[in-house]
């Protein structure tokens, strides 16, 4: 009996699929390229949970113009030469029209001569400015830079009347990235940094650093780098009672951050995306409808919290379907018209692309957040 | 005056990171006095120890005491069974073999651990608050106190067990000559199995009470377990207090390099420090050449 119910549903099912590729046009093929596991999974796995349910929202609503999307997702576990792999056979086996991706820096970089030379426009969902700077023809990105980042940190300093300050960055790829951006602007802005300390990514104990940082008299402090180190450095300073103020980069703005750092993380300030302060915006903001849609999609849909590294792929996606609804389907249309983007509001900020900018965003995209009671306060 | 209290704290965080690292190297130094082997799977232990109590304080919200009471168990469960598994079924093999196998294993548990449990870090809270212990202008944690309660504890309860008990004594004639310990009547492959559920017990001891510190996650093993080898290898395989002084001596250099020099040569010193051991004084600092009679 319910062996024959599972044949009919079986049956019906199968009709309504074929049903479906028979009668639509060809669905619209569209690559992705994210870093699902390895050491940046943590960027990687929400971007392809977005893009996913991004298109199958798309896909709900009637696809773009009628025709579906089709997502093509492959893994690259951060690894330069597998996201070359995986690139090569998105455009020859796949065939794909446009490629979102990839989740970091190094993989980025490493897939950029293929997608030229294929004349593939790529949205890439990694921060590193070498990306954009200088700008290539079919290269795009959607994830805000340290250099805005570090902007926005130094732009609140100087309305703080701080002009001595300590850094303590991370020795990898992005702390090395925010180190060289903090040296570089603070001239700048008429910061004088007085202290510059590392800590090495698996280290577990920065008291050291933070002794040194406690006795040279500065009046801020700024670490960058991903969890859990700059947990640990807030734990630390902390522990040393030290109390000056302390500073973080946008790579912690999760929630991770704060139940590692307990204690420790109140009254840390950090620059971040808008999508953790999401419903404390002004309704003026002009991110705000894409911000709580995107929020309460992520948590319908995979009962956790959206981050701002999802959102990266949320833009993307995003600005890709805008782009076929103003051009056509053909790569180069797309390209085109992914150039002619303006004031788009996505999750990452607003963007607006032009032939000499590819990165689209201002330090604008980022909102300073403190940190009370354990939860994300907006500083205006 | 600042530089004199910058330097005390140097020291006492140099002190607290190295009882750390002692705490760790005992359980190396346990298998090879047993064995003879290195089990490079050891800084796995630590990991396991640190991330099952964290799964039981989260996910089946058991207290706190339960929770480490159970990660332990499960932990020697683990090294009993890589014991069984991977080292017996090996008859006679080299040590060099064996260590390979070690690593192999630690690769795996790794993994394993990674697709259980994911890739995120986890905290565990501190047993005894987090407000910090001024001591002349410098500060520890209480955690830091349980790290060195236990270090010693584990000394003194290694000392007893090895030097007057027939168990241990049993399991050192293992070590020296297996074949003669198997001729006067002890059984080698039990004495084996022991000394692996008593460092992976001490392991898994050891990544849970430096959790509330350190934090844990599926890969704090590696430079964990590195650590706890140079201070093993500094201390001469030592499973009392040579261990303890090596691991000490280690995070104060450690941390006196990061404060005078630069933290960013902080991994280097300690792996500059195993490889002039390994080469100058393979035998450890405080321990007399051993004489092989003919």
């Known amino acids: ?380 | 005056m600042n530089s004199s209290r910058q330097l005390f704290q140097y020291i006492l965080s140099g002190l607290s990171n190295g009882a750390i690292y002692a705490l760790i190297g005992f359980g190396f130094a346990i298998i090879h006095n047993a064995t003879g082997i290195i089990n490079f799977a050891q800084g796995e232990f630590v990991m396991l120890g640190g991330m099952l109590t964290v799964f039981f304080l989260a996910i089946l919200n058991l207290p706190l005491v339960p929770a480490i009471v159970l990660a332990i168990i499960i932990s020697t469960i683990v090294g009993m069974t890589f014991e069984r598994l991977a080292i017996r079924p090996l008859k006679n093999a080299k040590p060099l073999r064996l260590i390979i196998i070690t690593i192999g294993a630690s690769i795996f548990i790794r993994g394993a651990a990674m697709l259980i449990w994911g890739k995120d870090t986890h905290a565990l809270p501190a047993f005894s608050g987090n407000d910090p212990l001024h001591i002349a202008g410098a500060t520890i944690l209480p955690q830091h106190l349980w790290i060195f309660a236990v270090t010693i504890l584990i000394i003194i309860a290694s000392r007893i067990f090895f030097n007057y008990s027939i168990v241990g004594k049993a399991m050192r004639a293992c070590a020296y000559n297996s074949q003669a310990a198997s001729l006067v009547g002890i059984d080698v492959k039990i004495m084996v199995l022991l000394s692996f559920v008593i460092s992976s017990a001490i392991g898994s001891m050891a990544g849970i009470i430096i959790a509330p510190l350190t934090m844990t996650s599926y890969d704090v093993g590696i430079m964990l377990g590195l650590k706890g080898f140079c201070a093993v290898i500094i201390g001469g395989m030592s499973s009392g207090l040579g261990t303890l002084l090596g691991g000490l001596l280690l995070g104060l250099l450690e941390a006196l390099g990061a404060g005078f020099i630069s933290a960013s040569y902080k991994d280097a010193i300690a792996f500059i420090i195993l490889l002039l051991i390994l080469i100058i004084r393979p035998e450890g600092l405080f321990k007399k050449k051993e004489m092989e009679r003919v």
């Open chain 1, 1 to 380: 009996m319910s062996r024959n119910i599972f044949r009919i549903i079986f049956v019906l099912f199968f009709s309504v699929l074929m049903a479906g590729v028979v009668f639509a046009a060809p669905p619209i093929k569209i690559g992705a390229l994210f870093s699902v596991s390895g050491p940046a999974s943590f960027l990687g796995e929400p971007e392809r949970n977005t893009a996913e349910m991004m298109v199958a929202e798309i896909n709900k609503a009637g696809g773009i113009k009628g025709r579906k999307l089709e997502l093509i997702v492959y893994d690259t576990q951060g690894d330069a030469t597998k996201a070359v792999q995986a690139v090569n056979k998105l455009i020859k086996d796949d065939k794909v029209v446009a490629i979102i991706g990839p989740s970091t820096t190094g993989d980025s970089m490493a897939v950029i001569p293929v997608v030229e030379k294929a004349e593939i426009p790529l949205i890439s969902c990694a921060a590193g400015i070498k990306i954009t700077d200088p700008v290539k023809k079919w290269v795009f990105k959607t994830a805000q830079n340290d250099v805005l980042a570090v902007a926005k940190i130094y732009e609140y300093l100087n309305g703080q009347k701080v002009t001595k300050i300590a850094i303590l960055t991370v020795s990898d790829g992005f702390g090395s990235s925010g180190r060289e951006q903090l040296n570089l602007q603070s001239k700048e802005f008429g910061m004088q940094i007085i202290s510059d300390e590392t800590y090495g990514p698996k280290d577990t104990d920065m008291t050291v650093q933070l002794t040194k940082i406690r006795d040279s008299g500065v009046q801020a402090i700024i670490c960058w780098g991903t969890n859990p180190g700059p947990a640990v450095v807030a734990r630390n300073a902390k522990q040393l009672g030290i109390n000056i103020p302390l500073y973080m980069s946008h790579g912690v703005s999760s929630k991770k951050f704060i139940e590692l750092a307990g204690d420790g993380a109140e009254g840390v300030i950090l620059p971040s995306g808008r999508v953790i302060v999401a419903d404390q915006l002004p309704k003026s903001d002009p991110q705000k409808k894409a911000l709580t849609n995107y929020v309460n999609k992520y948590r319908e849909h995979y009962k956790v919290e959206g981050d701002h590294f999802g959102g990266h792929a949320w833009d993307a996606i995003m600005l890709l379907k805008s782009a076929i609804e103003r051009g056509g389907y053909s790569p180069a249309a797309i390209r085109d018209h992914l150039e002619k983007t303006k004031k788009f509001a996505g999750i990452g900020g607003t963007f607006s692309y032009s032939p000499q900018d590819h990165a689209g965003l201002t330090s604008d995209a980022f909102v300073l957040v403190q940190i009370k009671q354990g939860d994300w306060k907006l500083i205006k």
